[in-house]
């Protein structure tokens, strides 16, 4: 089995590659690994492809995947773990930001430390301070709270991984950013964090924008939607609608008491009809429990569980 996959999601980045591939080459060849290169063309509507091709007839190391279109960046390390053979995996941008002089010590807290997931922290970052810098701070912390895992820099292009994680874990959508949170949900708790050096881009321009945080929140809040609530959805939508509900049923029950004193209508109360409301919403929010247990059913991995060991079978 080879030492270690390298793989690599890129879009139009045709400037990098060369250089990019020959210094991955220098690293391993120099370290002795058996490694191989994957790299998964995302849709380039540069030359990137042809470069690939070019690349691929000098090293031998290199395995590619060229896609119809544009899909991100899940999709293509979806792909790319998928192709990885290698017993560490390790993730890296194609843009020159990412240094392949950290492949020898990732590669080394993996086998040698134990841990399960390295993912590098740009401590010193290259990018614009205001749009990139700052924001992704902020959001690192709030992923930090959410999440409860604690790594300065979530969303590094740079990470190696034991093989039997990525080949565990569903990389989609965009869910690139918490490849970590899938890892401990997936029951990978030994989650490491290395300081790497991190370089400005050379060649090109950053591929996300502004955009990225409001997705990026909405994801980490279905990630961890899914992996408590994916297979039992019935325990938060039932458990939250009868709260809801009961708010509602209470509020009424107290103005009927109060119409059997007082004898004011109760229609004369606003509170009656926003107690009204209120359960109907909490009934709503309680047959979508239903739902969704009706669709969780229908699930084709309802039944896939991630075993750990085997004896006998
Ligand atoms: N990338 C990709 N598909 C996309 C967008 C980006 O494969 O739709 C790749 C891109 O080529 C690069 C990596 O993902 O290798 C990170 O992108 P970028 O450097 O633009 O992100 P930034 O460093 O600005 O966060
Ligand atoms: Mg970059």
Redesign the pocket.
Known sequence: MLDISIV??????EE?LPELVEWIDRVCTEHKYAYEVVM?????RDNSWEVVKQLAAKYPAIKAIKFQR????S???YEGFKAASGKVVIT????L?DSPDEIPELYRMITEDGYDLVSGWKKVRY?NAVT?NLPSKLYNAVNRRISGIKLHDM?C?LKAYRRKVIKSIEVYGEM?RFIPVLAKHAGFNRIGEKVVQHRP?KY?????GWE?FINGFLDLLSVQFVSRFGKKPMHLFGALGSFIFLVGFILIAYLVIDKLNNNIPLTNKPVFYISLTIMILGTMCFFTGFVAELVVRNASDRNAYLTEEKIGL
Do not use: T, V, W
Not at 8 to 13: A, F, G, V
Not at 40 to 44: A, E, L, M, P, T
Not at 70 to 73: A, E, L, S, V
Not at 92 to 95: E, Q, S, T, V
């Open positions: 690599i999601p890129l879009y139009n980045e990098s998964i063309d995302d849709g380039s544009n899909y991100g960046k999709p293509a390390l890296m941008d194609a843009d930001q990018d990139k969303n292009g690139h881009r090109g321009a950053s591929k996300f990225r």
